[in-house]
C-alpha cells in the first residue's frame, strides 16, 4: 500500500474551494490526464454519489469509480473506491486559514498487476502529479479571484 499526501494554501474561501472541487466536471479543468468525468447521480452530491472517471496514467488508460463516504460541505470529501485496477481511500480536507484555505489530500493506495511491480515510480509519479494539478487549481482558483 501506498499513501500519497499534499496540500496547497488557496487565497479562496473554504466554500469557493469546496464547491470547486465537488463539483466533478470541474476535475479536466484542474486534473491532467482526464478523459472523461461521470457522477451518479448527476443532478446530486453527497455520501453514496459515484464518480467515474477515465484517465491516462503512466502510459495507461485507467477507469476508475469512486464512492462518495464522507461529505461535510466546505470542509471535507471522502471517496473509497467501487471498481478499477486499484483500491483507494481518501479525498479531500479543507481548513480556513488566514487569506484563504488550506486544502490537503490524503489517499490510501493498493496496487495490483503492472502499478504494484512499479510502486516506488507509481508513488514518484503520482506525488508528481498531484503536486502539479494543486498548483493548476490554486492559479485557477486565485485568477477566478481577479476576473
Known amino acids: 500500500m501506498i499513501r500519497v499526501e499534499h496540500s496547497v494554501v488557496i487565497q479562496r474561501s473554504p466554500e469557493e474551494v469546496f464547491e470547486f472541487i465537488a463539483n466533478f466536471d470541474n476535475n479536466s479543468r484542474w486534473q491532467s490526464g482526464i478523459l472523461q468525468t461521470r457522477q451518479a447521480p448527476e443532478s446530486l452530491t453527497g455520501v453514496g454519489t459515484t464518480v467515474t472517471e477515465v484517465r491516462q496514467f503512466m502510459g495507461r488508460t485507467i477507469d476508475t469509480t469512486g464512492e462518495i463516504v464522507e461529505y461535510e460541505p466546505h470542509s471535507k470529501l471522502w471517496l473509497k473506491s467501487v471498481s478499477g485496477p486499484f483500491d483507494f481511500k481518501g479525498g479531500y480536507t ?49 485568477d477566478q479571484r481577479t476576473a
Not at 95 to 119: H, I, N
Request: aromatic share 8%; proline share 2%; charged share 35%.
Open 94 to 142: 479543507l481548513e480556513p486559514v488566514k487569506g484563504g484555505t488550506k486544502l490537503a489530500v490524503a489517499f490510501d493506495v493498493e496496487l495490483s498487476g503492472f502499478f504494484r511491480l512499479a510502486q516506488s515510480l507509481v508513488l514518484r509519479e503520482l506525488s508528481k502529479k498531484i503536486e502539479s494539478d494543486f498548483k493548476t487549481l490554486k492559479d485557477l482558483l486565485e
